[in-house]
């Protein structure tokens, strides 16, 4: 990664442009040209330094979601975290360091259905499954600094 | 909610993965919603201003980028300070997200949570200090659960 790679990723996590062609945007405040970015952009997706270029959305605003956790037995962790990990609705899913060892977020488009999948989850993996939806929040996301060594 | 129509939720559907990397990105949306590309961005403009989308650009991954140490951390924090703390932990830079959710106690007494991102463990736990520091009281305990794999991680999906 070169300077211009890291000032893609430090200085455009908010306020993509919303015009015709925002690459090209982009390109202008960097100096660059817009296939330059466009290269840049698909070589650090390819290479998973960037998940995606997009809009982040409230939580809630669109459908339900949850956090939730499960106390696995460490023998049996690989195959319930593939059958979590298996639910579309599933976005994210991390192994921690705690008797609650499997932390997964569900979103739906309905509250209702976000129960259904973790009812679901419950029924297939026979354990019991910590839901801690969001109650409030309290920062607003205006991406993260990089601080590069 | 309510204030999305059928067509905000189908472009909610269509850059939930991300915008194409193509030099007209808003008009190959457009193409996939029905509508036209200048009214797939008057609505991100509109859905950013009224807070539904909280920001357009690209979403970093802080594991590839060598933030390896991600810590949950976990507060205990008593109801009636909760706003309080939230307000203090929520405006640290170095917070990405931070949430009020319920309680179980007595396995899980802890209310308020911040994730944080480190590229070394001493550097986490300074962080996870300088948040104990600013909570001072209003934590009762706390706990640092950091990620030891990232099993799945896509973007919204509904």
């Not at chain 1, 960097?30 to 330094?49: F, P, T």
């Not at chain 2, 991100?44 to 989308?53: D, F, N, Q, T």
């Not at chain 2, 997200?97 to 007595?106: A, I, Q, S, V």
Request: glycine letters at 6%; proline letters at 5%; a negative charge.
């Amino acid at each position: 990664m070169d300077t211009l790679d890291r000032r893609l990723l430090n200085e455009f996590q908010q306020d993509f442009p919303l015009v015709a062609r925002p690459y090209a945007a982009v390109a202008e405040r960097l100096g660059v040209d817009e296939a330059e970015v466009l290269d840049r952009l698909a070589r650090l997706s390819r290479g998973g330094m960037v998940s995606r270029v997009g809009a982040v959305f409230r939580p809630h605003a669109v459908g339900g979601s949850t956090l939730a956790a499960l106390a696995v037995p460490p023998d049996e962790l690989e195959r319930i975290a593939a059958l979590v990990s298996s639910y579309c609705e599933v976005n994210h899913n991390y192994q921690r360091e705690h008797r609650l060892n499997l932390w997964f977020v569900v979103t739906a488009p309905s509250a209702e259905a976000v129960q259904a999948v973790l009812a679901d989850i419950a029924a297939r993996t026979d354990l019991d499954v910590l839901d801690l939806p969001l109650v409030e929040h309290f920062h607003i996301d205006l991406g993260f600094d990089l601080k590069w060594s | 909610m309510s204030i999305l129509d059928d067509i905000d939720r189908a472009i909610v559907r269509a850059t939930q993965d991300g915008l194409p990397l193509v030099e007209r990105p808003y008009h190959a949306v457009a193409e996939v919603v029905g509508t036209a590309p200048e009214d797939v961005m008057a609505r991100m403009e509109r859905l950013l201003a009224a807070g539904v989308i909280r920001r357009i650009g690209l979403v970093p991954n802080h594991y590839a980028l060598g933030y390896r140490f991600n810590g949950m951390t976990v507060w205990d924090v008593a109801d009636t300070d909760i706003s309080e703390a939230g307000r203090l932990v929520g405006g640290l830079d170095f917070v990405s997200h931070c949430y009020h959710r319920p309680r179980h106690p007595p396995e899980w007494p802890y209310s308020l949570f911040a994730m944080i991102h480190a590229r070394e463990r001493d550097a986490a736990d300074a962080l996870v200090a300088e948040i104990a520091t600013v909570l001072g009281s209003l934590s009762r305990g706390h706990l640092v659960l950091f990620s030891s794999r990232i099993l799945k991680k896509t973007g919204l999906r509904v």
